[in-house]
């Protein structure tokens, strides 16, 4: 997949699973339920267990869904993260070394950003979306405050985002949506009982689609 088709693609399905996690055991199961509820972009971060194995055994399982790597920080982890099998790559701030790798092999990338300028920059050094990072406490509506003076920028709302805010987010302007702990979780796993995530995943994908 080319780097404007998965740009696209997470244009039009809005909203991706972030998969922060400790228990990892099961995860090609936890992905055919996500698949299955409607959610196919799911990004994994590195900082979970085994995230680079991970996103290698995922992408091959589901070859139909879209699988990328989060918390990606450096040259080294971009580039890990891509032969592992990430189709687009997720920091929390804006890198340069992982937008440079991104930019020199064609992947898509969401680059972390909060204030004005950092957004601004974020855009300036190729990223195909500015992820609004920290933005629990902010809410959607700063999404619409920066749309003023900074509209053509694709914005990414993860942190804060929940089952019950998804229409706002998208209200106030965001191009897509990540979804982390308030619909995975540890705890959930360990409880063994994937209907619940499945629910989740079924009433944001409701709502995204509005």
Same mark, same amino acid.
């Given at each position: 997949?080319?780097?404007?088709?998965?740009?696209?693609?997470?244009?039009?399905?809005?909203?991706?699973?972030?998969?922060?996690?400790?228990?990892?055991?099961?995860?090609?199961?936890?992905?055919? +339920?996500? #698949? @299955?509820?409607?959610?196919?972009?799911?990004?994994?971060?590195?900082?979970?267990?085994? %995230?680079?194995? +991970?996103?290698?055994?995922?992408?091959?399982?589901?070859? %139909?869904?879209?699988?990328?790597?989060?918390?990606?920080?450096?040259?080294?982890?971009?580039?890990?993260?891509?032969?592992?099998?990430?189709?687009?790559?997720?920091?929390? #701030?804006? @890198?340069?070394?992982?937008?440079?790798? +991104?930019?020199? #092999?064609?992947?898509?990338?969401?680059?972390?950003?909060?204030?004005?300028?950092?957004?601004?920059?974020?855009?300036?050094?190729?990223?195909?979306?500015?992820?609004?990072?920290?933005?629990?406490?902010?809410?959607?509506?700063?999404?619409?405050?920066?749309? %003023?003076?900074?509209?053509?920028?694709?914005? #990414?709302?993860?942190?804060?985002?929940?089952? @019950?805010?998804?229409?706002?987010?998208?209200?106030?302007?965001?191009?897509?949506?990540?979804?982390?702990?308030?619909?995975?979780?540890?705890? @959930?796993?360990?409880?063994?009982?994937?209907?619940?995530?499945?629910?989740?995943?079924?009433?944001?994908?409701?709502?995204?689609?509005?």
């Amino acid at each position: 997949m080319t780097r404007g088709a998965t740009v696209q693609r997470i244009l039009d399905k809005k909203v991706f699973a972030v998969l922060r996690l400790q228990n990892t055991r099961n995860i090609e199961a936890l992905a055919e +339920c996500l #698949v @299955d509820s409607g959610i196919s972009i799911i990004e994994i971060t590195l900082n979970s267990r085994n %995230g680079f194995d +991970c996103i290698h055994r995922v992408s091959r399982a589901f070859p %139909g869904a879209l699988i990328g790597a989060g918390t990606v920080i450096g040259y080294d982890a971009a580039t890990r993260a891509i032969e592992s099998g990430a189709k687009f790559l997720v920091s929390p #701030v804006t @890198d340069l070394d992982m937008l440079a790798v +991104c930019n020199e #092999v064609g992947v898509a990338s969401m680059a972390g950003a909060l204030t004005p300028t950092e957004v601004w920059q974020a855009s300036q050094a190729g990223a195909d979306f500015v992820k609004l990072f920290p933005l629990a406490g902010v809410g959607a509506q700063y999404i619409r405050a920066l749309r %003023g003076p900074l509209p053509d920028i694709r914005y #990414v709302a993860t942190n804060g985002v929940t089952p @019950d805010n998804v229409k706002e987010f998208f209200d106030a302007g965001a191009s897509a949506i990540g979804v982390g702990s308030s619909l995975v979780h540890d705890a @959930d796993l360990e409880k063994g009982d994937l209907s619940v995530i499945a629910a989740r995943a079924a009433k944001i994908v409701k709502a995204a689609r509005g």
